[in-house]
Structures are given as C-alpha cells and as structure tokens.
C-alpha cells in the first residue's frame, strides 16, 4: 500500500472537519418531522352548537340583568296602589291594593281584589262594579227579591253555578248619603242559595246620574273598601 500524499491528507483532515461542523448543527428539534397538514376546523354542528349556546346565556344575562319594561308594566298594574278613574260624568279612586278594567270602557268598571280574573262573572261574584248610564234604578230599591235578577248564586273561585240558584233574598238595611252634593241611596239585601251559601248583596244608586255601584258577593271583610270607593267618587 503506498503512502498517502500531503495533499490526499489534507484534503482527508478538511472533510472530517466539515462533518463535525454539521453534526453540531443537528438537535431534537431539527429532527422531528415537519406538520404540513392544513389548520384544524371544527365540525360544523358544534360550531352552530357553541354559537346556540353562547346566544341563550346572553339571553339569560340580558333577562336577569335588564327586565324586559312590560314585564315591569304588569308587575306594577298587580300592585294596584290606589289610583283614580274616569267614567262617564264621574271619577272614584281604586282602593289601594285592587285591580280594576272595564267591560264597558267609560261607561262600566270593574275593582276586583289582586289576581282575580277580569271577567264580569268574577266582577259581580268577588269585586265591585261601578256602572253609568243604567237608565232608572229606582224601583229595585224597594225590591225585596232584587238580587235574584242574577238568578244563580257563584262558585267559591268566582263563577256562576248554574247548579245552585238563588232560593231567597231580603232588604236587611237601607240608608242615604250625599256625594258632590247629590243624593245617593244605599239597600243590602240577605241571599240565600239552594247549596246554603249565605252572602250580602249591596246597590248604592245615584239617581241624578242614573249610576249604580253594586257590591253582590263582596266578603264582609271588604265590605268597608266599597264604602271607601262610593265616598271618593266625584261627579261631574
């Protein structure tokens, strides 16, 4: 075997340092494989599933946050502080507490206790009604039997029952009274029914304005509010 030549040597010695220059080029880094895959997307369906829910707990923050304002209405119109109405030649204040609504707008009322149904049937069975332009009561003040007009007593929770008639009325108390200088007529009569249900049915009667304020079932404990309703009435 021949000698190598000086110039085979270091031309030998420069490509070995070379490789060593390399080699400490190379880390764990530079050798894990390139991801050339494109960006993960998520499935349809759960993006629209994310956005669905995302939008119903901003709804949820926006209710609990900013009440809706008729939401507000109808809390404030349940509270019913005394406030007053108009109908036609008259006005009277609601007594604190109650509701009140017209079947009749101007001419009839109804005031009713709190989260009783405005229906005339629970108008006359549980509230007070405020009715104008009646034409002559007169007559039904001396009716002995002027409350069976209704024919059929009430339901506890307010509604006719066709099942269970009125069997008698009597006049148990009559009175007067001037409102804005004008003469009111009061009467109340003892009903009774074939189920044995007993109630006081009440009429105030202003003849000039030819307005009737009825009380038919009122509980005695309220008796007092119907007359604090007749004695704010003003007429005009």
Known sequence: MEPESPETAALEERLRAALAARSALVTARSLRPVDTSPARRWPRPL????????????????????????????????????????????????????????????VQACVQPPGVPHEIDHCWATGIQVATQTGDQSESLEEQDWPRTWLNCWTADGRTNFSDPMTGS???????????????????????????????????????????????????????????????????
Do not use: K
């Open 170 to 236: 009597r006049l148990i108390d009559r009175d007067s009274m001037r409102i804005s200088r004008q003469r009111v007529d009061y009467r109340a009569w003892r009903v009774t029914c074939r189920s044995g249900q007993e109630f006081t049915a009440r009429l105030w009667w202003i003849p000039r304005h030819e307005t009737s304020i009825r009380a038919l079932r009122l509980d005695s404990r309220d008796a007092s509010l119907a007359e604090e309703l007749v004695s704010s009435i003003t007429l005009r």
């Open 47 to 106: 993006l629209s599933l994310g956005a669905s829910v995302a939008a119903a707990f901003l709804a949820v923050v926006t209710v609990v946050t900013f009440p809706h304002p008729l939401a507000e209405q109808e809390r404030h119109t349940s509270v019913a502080t005394s406030r007053q109405v108009d109908l036609h030649g008259l006005s009277f204040r609601v007594p604190r507490g109650w509701t009140d609504w017209q079947p009749e707008p101007g």
